[in-house]
């Protein structure tokens, strides 16, 4: 059974920073490009970031620069890095990946940055 669990939100000054991780349970997680999304209230879910198995990684051009994903396969977690965080970086921030025909996603985590 796979299972995605994030940890590390919570509320930050404009300009602050956090780290968020994603731990996955199962053989597929390390072999799966991972993704991090974000929903806003009253927003559509956005496609924040993705790395590959090989470490290759992806940023929607509203977050470049500041924030910065990284996986540890040994451990099975990838996490996000947010930096210079703004307040309209706030909402939830689930962790997901697709293997074969499954989509598998996390509880969320909420980020609240103020101004």
């Known amino acids: 059974q796979v299972q995605l669990v994030e940890s590390g939100g919570g509320l930050v000054q404009a300009g602050g920073s956090l780290r968020l991780s994603c731990a996955g349970s199962?053989?597929?997680?390390?072999?799966?490009?991972i993704n991090w999304y974000r929903q806003a209230p009253g927003k559509e879910r956005e496609l924040v970031a993705t790395?590959?198995?090989?470490?290759?990684?992806n940023y929607v051009s509203s977050v470049k620069g500041r924030f910065t994903i990284s996986r540890d396969n040994a451990k099975n977690t990838v996490d996000l890095q947010l930096n210079n965080l703004k307040p309209e970086d706030t909402g939830v921030y689930y962790c997901n990946y697709k293997w074969l025909w499954s989509d598998y996603w996390g509880q969320g985590t909420q980020v609240t940055v103020s101004s």
């Open positions: 199962g053989s597929t997680f390390s072999m799966s490009s």
């Open positions: 790395i590959t198995n090989g470490g290759s990684t």
